[in-house]
């Protein structure tokens, strides 16, 4: 972690001329005042990681707060608190649940919870189905997107072609899907990918397949995420 220190420092010089006859133009003293600036911290977009909450032996709660202050939810434990009932979100069925919190990756069973959200100082702002929901926690981990989108290989879906540019009116790359990539740039709602060099033991790579791809991908529109991610297990 790069930490940045400001300081300041004032320095004040008194000058006494006793017993001197020497002759000096008399000025006006001028005040050197300075005014205080007030920063609002920058807002940013984040992906904030709730996994560590989901280990049974966890004892520290979050609590997702809603506008108003009041607790909406929170998680502690594995335990996810929601309409005064308590989940066991190791044991829910994956493929059916409905997560009220927007979530890019959603796997209780491998330990993986990851929001996207907006950032200010400690306040993390997430979506849910009934709007935005809020989190204050100074020991919360988040990542950069950049840094988060490169974490893991993706998959692609029908909703985020391979493109040859960087628009939605750029031809598509034929045979994208069934591939998993590696994110090589990011740059706003966009990536870039190409598939992933790394290969499971026992596999071919793709390159001893003879097989390339590579090219632009859309990875979000607005609050909707449209690749898959993949877990390294």
């Not at 929001?115 to 993390?124: C, S």
């Not at 966009?190 to 499971?200: A, F, G, Y």
């Amino acid at each position: 972690m790069t930490r940045f220190i400001s300081i300041v420092c004032s320095f004040f010089l008194f000058v006494s001329c006793q017993n001197k006859t020497e002759k000096s133009d008399s000025k006006p003293s001028v005040k050197n005042t300075k005014s205080t600036e007030v920063r609002k911290s920058k807002e940013s977009i984040v992906v904030i990681s709730l996994s560590e909450f989901l280990y049974e032996n966890k004892t520290d709660e979050i609590q997702i707060l809603n506008e108003d202050g009041t607790i909406h939810s929170t998680l502690k434990g594995g335990k996810y608190s929601f309409n005064n009932s308590d989940l066991n979100l190791m044991e829910i069925d994956e493929s059916t649940y409905e997560n009220p919190i927007h979530s890019i990756i959603f796997y209780p069973e491998y330990l993986a919870w990851y929001v996207l959200a907006k950032k200010r100082d400690i306040k993390f702002t997430v979506k849910s189905n009934n709007g935005d929901k809020f989190i204050e926690n100074s020991n919360i981990q988040y990542y950069s997107i950049n840094s988060f989108l490169k974490k893991f290989p993706i998959g692609l879906t029908t909703q985020s072609p391979l493109r040859k540019e960087r628009s939605e009116s750029s031809n598509e790359i034929e045979d994208y899907l069934n591939y998993d990539y590696r994110i090589i740039e990011v740059n706003d709602d966009w990536i870039k990918v190409k598939l992933n060099p790394d290969t499971p033991p026992g596999e071919k790579s793709y390159t001893e397949l003879g097989l390339t791809r590579e090219g632009w991908v859309r990875w979000k529109r607005e609050n909707e995420i449209l690749i898959k991610f993949f877990l390294a297990i």
